[in-house]
């Protein structure tokens, strides 16, 4: 980036001296008040104000270090004539939050934009990590559009158990299953509760909090190599003191998420999507960031990229290494060398550099952990999209992490009408399934679930699992998690609650699922389908108030982002009247 595409600002139009340069009653109470807290006159007179945006909590393992890191924060932004500010937010622990952390994306989003449009702030460091924080941070910062630079919590270490290494998320699930089949003792399943997660961090395997955090690195929103950074290395509160140094240069530039989260951005994101072997979830992510900066993002986009780049990052599920190995590999900066041919190199940063000028001179050094282009960790594409008459919006596959037997199949629906029917008889052993059949979850999506739970991968019934049965196609509107695995349709728009074709798959109906032709297609009569649509009621809604009812009327389908439709569309909203 050029200066002269670079508009200053000094210190007189800074958008905190609204608040403090005043000669007025008003600004009067603003330093008398922020003196009241032991601040001195002069460290906001005319300094830039730096919200430290913290997601932390109590309940969030994966952010408990980042009070912590607000403080190594605030050193930088000290050390660069800064005032930082620390302001707490919603902090969504994965796995502990219910129903589902998904239904309060939104809500950190908007709290994020409210939060820096209401408080005299000049610019954010947003500290997140955990799944779905990553993607409400930068929705929010970018409707705001303030000066924003993103600090990545940082994985977790690498785990071992009996020799084997373990990943967060990943062989919960494995050792689940082989725990019901009897392969593991009870015993050995709670020894394991204490070993999978050993340190600090967000999840170490390749799920939606390494993808995320990834591709907010790819947009330009971290600083060089900050997301392949472990938690607990020293070079984490290094890299959180570099970023509140460099946000207040970032200030005066006013180099906003705008001018970073373009189309090429995206592009670029989707590429490195594909070649992490990443999270389905980004899928949604990227469409509701890519709408908040103002762009429409097809889901098409995803599969033409997903034909051309493989999987290189060889990281549980889609491979048999953890993120801590993958930083010693390199980390991001090395995989995106493997990629210059398919990046917008030129594309800004809040660096002030170019990604181009940013990964250049980085290194692989470990072939096996980052794969060169012709030794792909798998040569499928990494996330396909389907549509056909069960998905005519799409549907989404991770294909790297599916049984490839699987990829072409035809089989019969055992249909499950919700999350609390599936639960009910899953394991019943008079359930009418084989290893063949198709599993249907019905009424898990945006607005069914509420907020598209993580339910996507059904678990194998248990009949199942003792004849050695691990993996099945499983179909419905929820979501999965990333660092889960197998032949599972996710997504699928618009999802049976309000009436998708979803709803109308009923038990022993044939279905057909073709990976390689990108084809969904329920295998039954259109004059029956015709029929049993019109017999379909759409259901009663079921909050009279709270956040719930909010999301029961506002959310979008999953291919449009899964935003509020009130925060994605209408006119720019002013700054606050300062009286
Ligand atoms: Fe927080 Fe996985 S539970 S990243």
Known sequence: MSESDSPRKSRDTLRSARWYLANDMRAFAHRQRTQQMGFRRKDFMGRPVVAVV???????????????????????VWAAGGMPVELPALSLGEVIVKPTTMMYRNMLAMET??????HPVDGAVLLGGCD????????????MDLPAIYVPAGAMSNARWRGQKVGAGTHTRKFWDEMRAGKITPEDWVEL?????????????????????ALAEVIGLTLPGASSIPASDSGHPRMCQDAGERI???????LRPSRIVTRAAISNAIVALMAMGGSTNAVIHLVAIARRAGLDLDLDAFDREGRRTPVLANIFPAGDNLMEDFYFAGGLPALLSRLVDRLDLACPTVNGRTLGENIAGARVWEEDVIRPLGRPVSAGAPIAILRGNISPDG???????????????????????DHADMTARIDDPALPVDADSILVLQNAGPVGGPGMP?????????????????????????????????TCVLHVAPESHVGGPLAFVRDGDFIELDVERRRLHLDVDGDEIARRRAAWKPPAPRYARGYASLVERHIGQANLGADFDFLTAGAPIPEPDIY
Request: hydrophobic residues 40%; glycine residues 8%.
């Open 193 to 213: 509760e204490s070993r999978m997660t050993r340190t600090i961090g967000t999840c170490n395997t390749m799920g939606t909090a390494s993808t995320m955090t």
């Open 113 to 118: 934009e409210e939060l820096l449009r209401s």
């Open 248 to 254: 207040v240069g970032m200030i005066f530039e006013d």
């Open 454 to 486: 993580e339910w996507g991968a059904l678990p194998i019934p248990k009949k199942l699992l003792a004849q050695g049965v691990r993996d099945m196609v499983r179909i419905s509107d929820a979501r999965m998690s990333g660092t889960h695995y197998g």
């Open 132 to 143: 779905k924080t990553t993607p409400a941070l930068i929705m929010g910062a970018l409707s």
């Open 395 to 417: 549907a989404v596959i991770k294909a790297s992490a599916a049984d490839p037997r699987l990829a072409r199949h035809r089989g019969r629906a055992v249909v499950f009408r």
């Open 54 to 76: 913290n997601t932390w909590s109590e309940l969030s393992p994966c952010h408990i270090h980042l009070r912590d890191r607000a403080e190594a924060v605030k050193r930088g």
